[in-house]
């Protein structure tokens, strides 16, 4: 009961949250153009910026190659990770249980990585510099979903019937019965901080970065007078 | 030279150890009552500072996405930790565009973040406070806006933006530097940053063109106030005043009189630069331009051209048409503005200028991207126009050219360590180490290539260059403009008419 309880409020923080930051950024104004040049001229040309940073870290890639091969390693595993547990979530093709074992190997990747970004985080004189006791929480936090997720997987298996129908029951607003899973229950209510935390947490980079004036905007000053909203007439 | 420690210049670009303060003792000078007030600012620090800069934080945020955005987002990767020629010069930890921009962020989460209101140790929340404000003065202080941290940021996170804020945050509660502020209120009441009066303007353009007459036989005009000239050529006054830059000044006039375009400079908007953007006040840097754009209107003119400056570059070319657009008088067939360099390249292109590149024979070139150019605009049609024509232009005029190794070129060009409104004598020991980065290429090419030339289109660029690399061992007279090649190049007397 308290779980499910716990579940909704942090599905309504993470859905509220998430939302109320999108709709910050983009009603605050951009007074002015300041792309980081060369930028693209068109629309389209800064679509495909977007997304050559979202889909290869590619300015990342430009600055540290060991932080973006862990980086990378671990955003694109835990996709993986993400579409595996699509499945406890709704009833999938039968494909999909064919396919999991990417999924799994993810997981070990994911971990993995997010164990090198921790290492490295705290090796390195300069990041271990620049980072709050939160920056190694949040590592931690990961680590610690991760770690009970691949637990589950490889050690004590949970009883997947019911934490399914539990899910199922969470995302579909009809309640659910906490599953008496110990392992399962310390995996979810970490994804719950998880999620409680993100609006108000670095996490929001997820959201932020289609708002970066310094990517997101054409390179065309001359072309087309952008106009400040606040500046006087 | 004064007594100043200078770096040791290694073989390649190395990242130092952290030494934590090692620049904190550097103090700007603090702007007075006389230059605040004119400009619209508290002429001391105000009473309610602490609330009254948190009351300003949060209209900056209201009124800029990139500071909300920025202020936000950064996940500490430490991409941009090495990436700062202060920092690599200095080894403060401070100079590492994510730990400046902490000085911010820690009082952004304090005041605007819940989990900086409840838990600030863990999230390292801060107040706004005596000892964060020393902080702010002293280190927003120490960055020239280059740009070159977002570059490697994986979400664009431009440090200059928050610089700009922070130092506007501090204008607001009367705690200025005076070395902008002085300078922007000589604009205001002058016309220029250097204070130059009309008489003493006209003076040296008459002096030039008599230079010129001797030294070519050719009377080449460096004009005034004309009105119904084609061209108003805006040109940063240290163009008209100091060495290297006149040279390129002397270049500007000979293209336009070789290809017999009439032009004219402005004795009211006699200067590029506009201070504005190193103060952050958007109103400041919407005043400063709107001089020009009533100037162009007043002489009557078809185009605006602009010299070499590169902050200049950057409000004029990404900034002008917001700010004090549209410039709908002008020759619509032109693009407006114009960088010299644009102009010049596509005269040369379509026959309408002849070089001879052996009178640059003695010299060996390499071309320094300005930070401002290269991050904050573009020249030509194409994306990285800005790197290609002032080459094209320098290779037009010199028959031996070197690039500097590919990290420090183009976008990933170094400052030269005086820009942003650092230009000022009390941060010189921050100017000779922020440039060591540059240094350290520039050496390279000295080195392998013989270069001996250090090609520049920024009056900033230009004052640093010459007055820090004596301090490397690099004469000052290595130092010089692209249009400074121009001028030596150029045959006068060969093409006529070509517009
Ligand atoms: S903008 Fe330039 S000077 Fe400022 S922090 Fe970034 S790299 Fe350093
Ligand atoms: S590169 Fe960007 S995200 Fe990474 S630490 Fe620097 S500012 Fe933050």
């Given at each position: 009961m308290l779980m499910s309880l716990l579940a909704y409020l942090a599905l309504a923080i993470f859905l509220a949250g998430f939302a109320w930051k999108i709709f910050q950024y983009a009603r605050s104004p951009a007074p002015l153009l300041i792309p980081t040049?060369?930028?693209?001229?068109t629309k389209i040309g800064v679509a495909w910026r977007l997304f050559t940073e979202v889909a290869f870290f590619n300015s990342l890639f430009k600055g540290n190659k060991w932080t973006w091969l862990f980086g990378y390693a671990f955003h694109a595993a835990l996709v993986l990770v993400l579409l595996r547990h699509v499945r406890y979530f709704a009833d999938m093709p039968h494909w999909f249980a064919e396919v999991q074992i990417f999924g799994v190997i993810a997981g070990i990747v994911m971990v993995g990585a997010l164990g090198m970004l921790l290492i490295r985080r705290f090796w390195v004189a300069r990041t271990r510099y620049i980072s709050s006791p939160a920056d190694y929480l949040m590592l931690m936090l990961l680590l610690a979903i991760g770690g009970t997720g691949l637990l589950m997987k490889?050690?004590?298996?949970?009883d997947i019937v019911s934490i399914k129908e539990a899910m199922v029951g969470w995302v579909t607003l009809r309640g659910f019965q906490t599953p008496g899973d110990v392992l399962f229950a310390v995996h979810f209510a970490l994804v719950l901080v998880l999620l409680a935390i993100f609006p108000f947490s670095k996490l929001m980079h997820l959201g932020g970065l289609f708002f970066s004036p310094s990517r997101n905007q054409t390179d065309t000053p001359r072309e087309h007078r952008h106009v400040n909203p606040w500046a006087a007439p | 030279m004064a007594n100043h420690d200078v770096p040791e210049v290694k073989e390649d670009i190395e990242t130092p150890e952290l030494h934590e303060?090692?620049?904190?003792?550097?103090?700007i000078f603090p702007a007075q009552e006389k230059h605040m007030v004119p400009l619209?600012?508290?002429?001391?620090?105000?009473?309610?500072w602490q609330q009254a800069g948190v009351d300003k934080l949060k209209d900056l945020l209201e009124k800029y996405r990139s500071l909300q955005v920025y202020l936000d987002i950064c996940?500490?990767?430490?991409?941009?930790?090495?990436?700062c020629h202060y920092f690599l010069g200095?080894?403060?930890?401070?100079?590492?565009p994510v730990q400046r921009a902490e000085l911010m962020r820690s009082v952004y989460r304090r005041y605007f973040t819940p989990s900086g209101k409840f838990f600030p140790q863990l999230v390292n929340a801060r107040d706004f406070d005596e000892e964060t404000l020393k902080k702010w003065v002293t280190y927003f202080h120490q960055c020239?806006?280059?740009?070159r941290c977002s570059v490697f940021c994986p979400y664009g996170i431009d440090t200059a933006e928050i610089t700009m804020a922070a130092r506007e945050i501090m204008d607001a509660i009367?705690?200025?530097?005076k070395y902008s502020q002085e300078i922007i209120g000589k604009v205001h009441t002058i016309g220029n940053n250097l204070g130059i009066p009309k008489p003493a303007l006209n003076g040296t353009l008459r002096f030039m063109e008599d230079e010129i007459l001797d030294a070519t036989g050719q009377e080449v005009r460096l004009p005034?106030?004309?009105?119904?000239?084609?061209v108003l050529m805006v040109a940063?006054?240290?163009?008209?005043?100091?060495a290297p830059h006149v040279e390129s000044l002397m270049g500007y006039a000979k293209v336009f009189h070789a290809a017999g375009v009439s032009y004219s400079f402005s004795?009211?908007?006699?200067?590029?630069?506009?201070?504005g953007m190193f103060i952050g006040s958007y109103e400041q840097k919407r005043k400063i331009a709107s001089r020009i754009a009533e100037q162009a209107r007043e002489l009557g003119v078809k185009r605006i051209v602009v010299g070499e400056c590169g902050h200049a570059w950057r409000v004029a070319y990404s900034f002008w048409n917001t700010l004090v657009?549209?410039?709908?008088?002008?020759?619509?067939?032109?693009?407006?503005?114009?960088h010299i360099c644009e102009f010049t390249n596509d005269l040369y292109k379509r026959g309408g200028l002849t070089f001879d590149k052996e009178t640059n024979d003695d010299k060996v070139v390499t071309f320094h991207d300005s930070c401002n150019v290269a991050r904050a605009s573009r020249m030509g049609?194409?994306?990285?126009g800005q790197f290609t024509i002032p080459r094209d232009l320098i290779r037009a005029t010199c028959n031996h050219y070197a690039d500097m190794d590919a990290d420090t070129i183009h976008e990933k060009t170094f400052c030269c360590g005086g820009g942003g409104g650092l230009l000022t004598d009390e941060l010189m020991d921050l100017r000779i180490k922020g440039m060591l980065p540059r240094v350290t290429a520039l050496k390279q090419v000295m080195k392998h290539?013989?270069?001996?030339f250090l090609a520049l289109i920024c009056a900033i660029c230009k004052a640093q260059f010459s007055k820090v690399l004596p301090y490397y061992d690099?004469?000052?007279?290595t130092v010089g403009g692209v249009h400074q090649l121009v001028n030596n190049a150029i045959v006068l007397g060969k093409n006529k008419g070509v517009v």
């Open positions: 040049t060369p930028a693209p001229l490889f050690a004590f298996r949970p | 303060g090692a620049t904190a003792h550097l103090a619209g600012f508290p002429g001391a620090r105000v009473e309610n996940v500490k990767c430490g991409s941009c930790t090495d990436k200095t080894g403060d930890p401070n100079n590492m020239s806006q280059c740009r009367g705690v200025g530097h005034v106030d004309v009105k119904g000239a084609e940063p006054s240290a163009d008209f005043f100091s004795s009211i908007a006699s200067e590029a630069a506009n201070f657009g549209p410039f709908d008088t002008l020759d619509p067939r032109y693009p407006v503005p114009q049609d194409t994306p990285g290539d013989k270069v001996n690099i004469p000052m007279d």
